[in-house]
């Protein structure tokens, strides 16, 4: 049974800056957006409940531009903010990817690395990172990835139309 309903994930794309947004579907935990004003396209997700405290409304996404070029960019909102050259830590199945990052955000070090995390998280059940927060204690955010795999499809030729 899907955790995110409609409002849920409505409320959490309004945390991500952008004027007007198209549903491109929902797909169990995630769900994938176009913004025709940038263009942009992104699958997107909020971690598991949590009563920990936060900072911030977490979420990961996965974004498209392709005005830029840009195809499979990661981006992590923490949910707190993070400490000064410390790691941040994403692991996947097996694989461990150190993040970089700043504030309360985190990306992947490259295309390379944003390819290598979009590979891993299509075959794996969940994902979580962690990191130090400003007081200096550790934390971490889990995302279940069903759904992942097909909201970032419909990111992905959400943007390949003509026109986007």
């Known amino acids: 049974m899907p955790r995110f309903t409609m409002p849920a994930l409505f409320l959490l794309v309004l945390a991500v800056p952008a004027t007007a947004r198209d549903s491109l579907g929902i797909y169990s935990d995630w769900g994938a957006f176009r913004d025709p004003s940038v263009p942009r396209c992104y699958a997107i997700a909020q971690p598991t409940p949590s009563s920990r405290q936060r900072d911030y409304q977490p979420f990961a996404s996965i974004g498209t531009w ?19 050259n410390r790691p941040i830590v994403l692991r996947i199945g097996s694989r461990s990817f150190e993040l970089i990052g700043g504030g309360g955000d985190a990306w992947a070090q490259g295309k390379a690395m944003d390819a290598a995390i979009v590979a891993a998280m299509r075959s ?12 200096g204690r550790r934390f971490f955010d889990t995302y279940d990835l069903d759904g992942a795999a ?3 499809d419909a990111a992905t030729v959400g943007c390949a139309r003509p026109g986007r």
């Open 66 to 84: 392709p005005r830029r070029n840009i195809r499979g960019q990661v981006h992590l909102r923490l949910s707190r903010k993070m400490a000064q």
């Open 124 to 135: 794996a059940r969940s994902m979580t990172v962690s990191a130090t927060d400003a007081r």
């Open 150 to 152: 097909t909201a970032m």
